[in-house]
């Protein structure tokens, strides 16, 4: 495993993230979560991401409990706050002081930790002031609960307000964790480099485009069982990429990762990692194999000469408008 700094911050994390959206508690059992999880150690993962709304606040007890007993100095453990979660009452989502400060501590309770690592603002909330969403953050750092703080599918100039805050408060905002992946680059025009500019790294997510860019999914075939577009819930976040000329331009990938003696995930997850704003590469997974396949991406860099090619694969396919941002 390689470590890359994460923001203009002290805090190392480690290349590949292992992320429990769409399987802890929810497409996988929990005896299955816990080897996938145990995969992801033995690989040299340290940084684990995780949400209170997944699978509605389970997945982050199923992650706490397969991380209990690992040294929690080894480890940094990253998760979220803004969806509605619990029984939806009226303050049960958003960025409100109240729902901050009662999410952190019952996603303590659940991760069975006593300070977070980096907490990060799901969406940005349009209906609280940002000054009260950056003090109740601000609060949490001091309070010793929440170490560094970062936002998720914000826009550059969000971004910026929320950076302009947290200097005021002297809060440490490191990060911003948005879908990033060779089919969908939406934030290359803009958040990346206002992230330059006020130290944030990414964190991203999807890297693989949730598997759409494994190549398993044909154009005009039957989905593979047991799939993630074969998956009621799973088909739901895929639909966008289930088009013929999508797949059919994934297809010319092929040669291009046999070229780079890697698999078709593996290109995947190092093409993202060539953009220097990018800290770690989530990845989910419903196997331990699928872990372990994934992390061999590290390290690697792709010459200027493929990448081009890659481009010129997907030319026509990709989703670059930066005024789609929030809909990671």
């Known amino acids: 495993m390689e470590f890359r700094r994460l923001g203009r911050s002290g805090l190392n994390i480690s290349e590949i993230s292992y992320g429990n959206w769409l399987t802890h508690a929810s497409q996988v059992e929990e005896d299955q979560a816990h080897a996938c999880v145990k995969a992801a150690l033995d ?4 940084t684990f991401d995780t949400a209170d709304v997944y699978a509605n606040t389970a997945a982050e007890s199923v992650l706490g409990r397969a991380l209990k007993g690992v040294r929690r100095e080894s480890i940094e453990v ?12 009226p303050n049960d989502r958003g960025l409100g002081r109240k729902h901050i400060i009662e999410s952190a501590n019952a996603s303590l309770q659940r991760l069975q930790t006593d300070y977070l690592d980096l907490y990060q603002a799901h969406r940005f909330d349009h209906s609280v ?6 003090l109740a953050y601000s609060d ?11 936002v998720s ?11 302009a805050l947290a200097r005021e408060l002297k809060v440490p905002f490191i990060s911003h964790q948005p879908q990033y992946s060779m089919l969908w680059r939406v934030i290359e025009s803009q958040v990346v480099p206002t992230c330059e500019r006020e130290g944030i790294s990414q964190i991203v997510f999807s890297p693989i485009a949730q598997g759409i860019l494994t190549g398993k999914y044909l154009p005009g075939a039957e989905l593979p069982s047991g799939s993630r577009a074969a998956d009621e819930r799973g088909s ?6 289930m088009r013929d000329d999508v797949l059919t331009a994934v297809q010319g990938l092929k040669p291009l990762a046999a070229e780079a003696g890697l698999t078709m995930a593996q290109l995947a997850v190092a093409w993202v990692l060539q953009n220097p704003n990018v800290a770690s590469a989530i990845i ?17 860099k792709l010459d200027a000469d493929l990448l081009k ?20």
């Open 43 to 46: 690989a040299g993962i340290t």
């Open 78 to 89: 990253l998760t979220k706050s803004y969806w509605p979660t619990g029984p939806g009452g």
């Open 129 to 134: 002031p940002l000054e009260e969403t950056m």
């Open 140 to 150: 949490l750092v001091r309070q010793g609960k929440v170490l560094y703080i970062g």
């Open 153 to 163: 599918e914000w826009t550059a100039e969000q971004i910026a307000r929320g950076a």
């Open 236 to 241: 739901r976040m895929i639909s966008r990429w």
């Open 284 to 300: 989910g997974a419903s196997r331990p194999e699928q872990v372990r396949e994934n992390v061999k991406a590290v390290g690697v």
């Open 309 to 328: 090619k890659i481009d010129e694969v997907l030319d026509g396919v990709v989703t670059d408008d930066p005024r789609l941002t929030a809909e990671g």
